[in-house]
């Protein structure tokens, strides 16, 4: 599973509006929304259902990322959308520190083994120092695509 395919074109917000955890996971709910990875008419379900698993415990990992996520029955093909921050976002981190790229996951519900594979290539990404930083640098979609894409060689070379 590549990286790069996980991440929904028009998915990528370089720049999150929100400071706040649960605005920040709306934001990225609606670029799934806009493109077309995620109905409209489930937004309100999806929304709840990502909140509610942060409720149960945060997925603010550390070392500034979290990765909100959720299986949901509407979800038909996985989709991730990354939301970028400048300032930093309160996300009840396990390290206490502010999160600066958030990776959102949506995942169809009878596909558990999908899901399990696609963290896995997320935080396997996540784990790594150039990557993180390289991703808190990027300005634009076409520069996280590229790193995505970096990423992705790296990963079959590796």
């Given at each position: 599973?590549?990286?790069?395919?996980?991440?929904?074109?028009?998915?990528?917000?370089t720049?999150l509006?929100?400071?706040?955890?649960?605005?920040?996971?709306?934001?990225?709910?609606?670029a799934l929304?806009?493109?077309?990875?995620?109905?409209?008419?489930?937004?309100?379900e999806?929304?709840?259902?990502?909140?509610?698993?942060?409720n149960?415990?945060?997925?603010?990992f550390?070392r500034?990322?979290?990765?909100?996520?959720?299986?949901?029955?509407?979800?038909?093909?996985?989709a991730?959308?990354?939301?970028?921050s400048?300032t930093?976002?309160e996300?009840?981190?396990?390290?206490?520190?502010?999160v600066y790229s958030?990776?959102?996951?949506l995942?169809?519900?009878?596909?558990?083994?999908?899901?399990l594979?696609?963290?896995?290539?997320?935080f396997k990404?996540?784990?790594?120092?150039t990557?993180?930083?390289f991703?808190?640098?990027?300005g634009?979609e076409?520069?996280?695509?590229?790193?995505?894409?970096?990423?992705?060689?790296?990963?079959?070379?590796?």
């Open positions: 599973m590549k990286l790069s395919e996980l991440i929904t074109s028009g998915a990528v917000v720049q509006k929100s400071q706040d955890r649960d605005q920040v996971i709306h934001e990225l709910i609606d929304i806009a493109s077309n990875a995620a109905a409209g008419e489930h937004r309100a999806l929304l709840k259902r990502v909140l509610d698993r942060e149960r415990g945060t997925t603010g550390g500034g990322v979290a990765v909100p996520h959720v299986k949901h029955p509407s979800v038909k093909r996985m991730a959308a990354i939301g970028l400048s930093g976002i996300f009840n981190s396990l390290d206490k520190q502010p958030v990776f959102l996951l995942s169809p519900e009878d596909r558990p083994e999908e899901h594979l696609a963290m896995e290539v997320i990404n996540l784990s790594k120092e990557f993180r930083r991703l808190r640098q990027a634009s076409a520069e996280v695509r590229s790193l995505l894409d970096d990423a992705d060689t790296q990963q079959l070379a590796g």
